[in-house]
């Protein structure tokens, strides 16, 4: 039996990003791993590393849950519970912080790029200790795969240390657990810049939000920068197009290599009008199911509470062994 935990923050809209890298693979894993225990969490700790709107967030948490089902992962095959809910993932973040050094922390790339926009008066303590909350979200459950995209590959690293150390010091407690990728989709870029990953807080016209209209959609890719030449090709020098080509394959289920061929000698235009166009009719059937699904709250509290209740169980008997060890009573 392998166990499967990766999380999602409420921090924005759901990005193209998310779903493509993140959300639809684990909907997939979960039907093609018969033999795995799916654990999913939405990650509201995490958020509150960037200033949230109280309401805001709690409706978003809603809309993350409702969106995960939305996208097919089934409550019956995986567990869906809420982080803030499970104290044992604050605590043990408290106690990991204690095997983790602060120039480990301060290599963390993400927290590099974020405290960099916030500058030196938002750089909160929470934020420079998100990998430690993460390594414990991990940690708790015994994961062995953890399904994330690039940008969490270092986060997942740096738990494996930390697990390591604890192990060391007070014999083995932690599994270390493995980040598993997707080829393509690891890392969906922004649309009007391909250096950067396509992110959820980022200005509105980079990212395909998952409930954008069909108009705003179209106008986006629209929009969406190129690169110099003007073939549709995919390869390093062209980080803008095989971006795009990454998404339209994902969309119209064709490889990269066959799409190439069916815009051989495709302007950029019609390349753009055909992702905006596939990519705006598939998210609104999504967005009609979604709707359907956020309206039942009654339902959707139900799913929570018998998550947090198979989650907590695990998380608290890990809390539990790992005080003992440290003569925490
Ligand atoms: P934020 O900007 O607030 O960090 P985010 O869009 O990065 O938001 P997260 O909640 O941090 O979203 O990440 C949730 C999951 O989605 C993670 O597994 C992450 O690796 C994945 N993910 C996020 N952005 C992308 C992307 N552009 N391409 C592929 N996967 C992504
Ligand atoms: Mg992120």
């Not at 799916?38 to 990650?43: E, V, Y």
């Not at 010091?169 to 690891?186: I, N, R, V």
């Amino acid at each position: 039996m392998k166990r499967v935990v990766s999380g999602i923050k409420p921090s924005g809209d759901l990005t193209l990003g998310n779903y493509l890298g993140a959300m639809k693979r684990w909907a997939e894993s979960q039907n093609k791993d018969k033999d795995s225990e799916n654990f999913f969490f939405i990650a509201n700790l995490h958020a509150i590393t960037v200033k949230q709107d109280p309401e805001q967030l709690k409706k978003r948490t809603l809309d993350v849950v409702a969106w995960l089902l939305t996208v097919g992962v089934d409550p019956n095959k995986s567990v869906i519970f809420i982080q803030s809910m499970i104290p044992a993932h604050s605590e043990i973040c408290w106690i990991l912080n204690n095997y983790v050094t602060m120039g480990e922390l301060g290599k963390m790339t993400q927290f590099k790029d974020k405290s960099l926009k916030s500058g030196k008066e938002g750089q909160f303590v929470g934020l420079y200790d998100y990998p430690v909350l993460m390594a414990g979200d991990v940690l708790l459950y015994d994961a062995d795969e953890i399904p994330v995209g690039v940008d969490q590959v270092q986060h997942v690293e740096l738990c494996r240390i930390i697990a390591q150390r604890f192990n060391n010091t007070h014999g083995e407690t932690f599994k270390l657990p493995k980040a598993t990728l997707s080829d393509k989709t690891a890392k969906i870029m922004s649309l009007n810049d391909p250096s950067k990953k396509m992110s959820k807080s980022d200005t509105e016209d980079s990212f395909i939000g998952l409930d954008d209209t069909p108009e705003k959609i179209i106008r986006k890719f629209k929009r969406a920068v190129t690169d110099s030449d003007n073939l549709i090709r995919y390869g390093k020098d062209k980080p803008a197009i095989s971006n795009l080509l990454v998404i339209l394959s994902e969309f119209k289920e064709k490889s990269i290599p066959e799409l190439e061929k069916e815009y051989e000698n495709a302007g950029y235009g019609q390349f753009k009008k055909d992702i905006g166009e596939i990519v705006a009719g598939n998210l609104d059937k999504l967005q009609k199911t979604f709707r359907e699904v956020r309206k039942d709250e009654e339902r959707l509290n139900n799913i929570i509470s018998e998550g947090n209740r198979k989650a907590g169980t695990l998380a608290d008997e890990k809390v539990s062994i790992v005080k003992n060890k440290l003569g925490l009573i």
